[in-house]
């Protein structure tokens, strides 16, 4: 039986980092958006959507999985990700807000989801144990990452082997809050990883797009960066 003690919530809050120097990961060549809310969207209406259940079936989320869920915010796929992979698996909420992180952490314990810890992250390390997710999710914020490189580079490697970084984002520019597909394929490429599937989610301009380990983890200094148009390309 699952100890409550032995799960619970990792409030994690890591000291920031000094400046050390020149970043050897290249300067992505488009806009950032800026965080705006822990909430993309109210509760109610991304349930009558029905994106989650699309996502969670495309990604083959299931018992026993261990899953990441990166930029939780407010906690809308953390804490229906905890009765799918059920007392087996294990649901990790990172979050880079202390404050957004603390008010998950005590939904998490209200609800009582004892396979579900919350972790603090940084900006563009989001600082998860190596070789330890199936899944790992980037839900509605791929966009607002400052350093893509940086943070796809230092994400990797959370993967167990075969596991896959889920992103659901909107086909528009970066600056409107979503990232064209043609620009994600680019990124994730430049990191050794490449896209498994790809599917539009109804009628919306959201997608879902999977991405596996497929070559070597570069060094810094050797990831080609994107061309800015890129940013502004819609369409696949």
Not at 101 to 119: F, P, S, Y
Not at 134 to 148: A, F, G, Q
Request: charged share 25%; with cysteine.
């Amino acid at each position: 039986m699952i100890r409550r003690s032995a799960l619970l919530v990792l409030l994690a809050l890591a000291a920031c980092r000094g400046d050390a120097g020149e970043s050897t990961f290249p300067d992505p060549q488009r806009p950032v958006a800026p965080i705006t809310s822990a909430r993309y969207s109210d509760e109610d209406s991304r349930d009558s959507a029905g994106e989650f259940e699309t996502v969670t079936r495309l990604a083959e989320i299931g018992q026993g999985m261990s899953i990441a869920d990166i930029g939780a915010g407010e906690g809308y796929y953390t804490v229906r990700l905890s009765p799918i992979v059920g007392r087996t698996g294990r649901v990790l909420a990172q979050d880079i807000m202390p404050a957004t992180l603390q008010a998950l952490g005590q939904r998490v314990q209200r609800e009582r989801l004892d396979n579900v810890a919350v972790k603090l992250g940084q900006p563009n390390d989001p600082q998860m144990p190596d070789a330890s997710f199936d899944r790992v999710l980037l839900v509605h914020m791929y966009h607002e990452i400052e350093r893509p490189a940086e943070f796809l580079w230092n994400l990797r490697d959370s993967l167990k082997r075969g596991g896959q970084i889920i992103v659901v984002d909107a086909d528009r520019p970066t600056y409107q809050h979503g990232t064209p597909p043609r620009l994600l394929v680019c990124e994730f490429n430049a990191l050794g990883l490449e896209l498994a599937r790809f599917e539009r989610l109804g009628d919306s301009e959201n997608y879902f797009a999977a991405f596996q380990v497929s070559g070597p983890k570069p060094e810094p200094g050797a990831i080609p960066n994107c061309p800015g148009d890129l940013a502004e390309t819609r369409g696949q």
